[in-house]
């Protein structure tokens, strides 16, 4: 046998080998990653008033309140845009805006601090969609308190948990987490 072919064929049979050796073993319990553009659609379904559950806000308890919305999300802009308003009608109403930046899930937040972070979704397995940080806009010192990242869980169709990372002197310190409820 010519040299060459033996190693051209040890070669093949290596890269096959290692191929097959590092490829993700997928079982019926991981489920496929989400695209954005499908995370994107799936944002879109929560169109309406959602009421909390229950949450902490960096730190402290929320009361449970059926009564007033606390979360609303509306589609806009033609379909290209989901506006969620965080604390309707409260003094430290805040609002963030959803769409798609060629491939890529965005997310601006104009927050009750003043700040404006924006995230990029990440890969998102199953129900959960993650957010992590690219950039804060009007944020006069580095070490302000920020948001920093965020995720939406979808624990079925109208129930919703969302959760807000925070940071301050560039150190997490905790953050906020809502479970809330669409009623129909």
Same mark, same amino acid.
């Given at each position: 046998?010519?040299?060459?072919? &033996?190693? &051209?064929? =040890?070669? #093949?049979? %290596?890269?096959?080998?290692?191929? =097959?050796?590092? /490829?993700?073993?997928?079982?019926?319990? @991981?489920?496929?990653?989400? @695209? +954005?553009?499908?995370?994107?659609?799936?944002?879109?379904?929560? *169109?309406?008033?959602?009421?909390?559950?229950?949450?902490?806000?960096?730190?402290?308890? %929320? $009361?449970?309140?059926?009564?007033?919305?606390?979360?609303?999300?509306?589609?806009?802009?033609?379909?290209?845009?989901?506006?969620?308003? #965080?604390?309707?009608?409260?003094?430290?109403?805040? @609002?963030?805006?959803?769409?798609?930046?060629? $491939?890529?899930?965005?997310? $601006?937040?104009? =927050?009750?601090?003043?700040?404006?972070?924006?995230?990029? /979704?990440? &890969?998102?397995?199953?129900?959960?969609?993650?957010?992590?940080?690219?950039?804060?806009?009007?944020? +006069?010192?580095?070490? $302000?308190?920020?948001?920093?990242?965020?995720?939406?869980?979808?624990?079925?169709?109208?129930?919703? @948990?969302?959760?807000?990372?925070? *940071?301050?002197?560039?150190?997490?310190?905790?953050?906020?987490?809502? *479970?809330?409820?669409?009623?129909?």
């Amino acid at each position: 046998m010519n040299p060459l072919n &033996t190693t &051209t064929i =040890c070669l #093949l049979t %290596l890269l096959v080998i290692s191929g =097959c050796s590092t /490829a993700q073993k997928q079982d019926a319990s @991981t489920p496929e990653p989400v @695209t +954005a553009q499908a995370n994107y659609e799936r944002i879109k379904t929560l *169109t309406g008033d959602w009421y909390l559950v229950r949450g902490i806000r960096l730190g402290v308890e %929320l $009361d449970a309140n059926y009564e007033e919305p606390f979360l609303s999300y509306s589609v806009s802009s033609g379909g290209h845009s989901v506006v969620e308003v #965080l604390f309707v009608d409260k003094p430290n109403e805040m @609002t963030s805006v959803y769409y798609m930046d060629s $491939d890529r899930l965005m997310m $601006d937040h104009f =927050c009750s601090l003043g700040n404006q972070p924006r995230m990029v /979704a990440v &890969t998102g397995w199953g129900n959960d969609i993650p957010f992590e940080l690219v950039s804060v806009s009007n944020m +006069a010192n580095e070490n $302000d308190l920020h948001i920093s990242s965020h995720s939406l869980e979808f624990d079925g169709p109208d129930q919703l @948990t969302v959760r807000w990372g925070a *940071t301050e002197n560039q150190e997490p310190m905790g953050g906020s987490v809502y *479970t809330v409820k669409r009623i129909k």
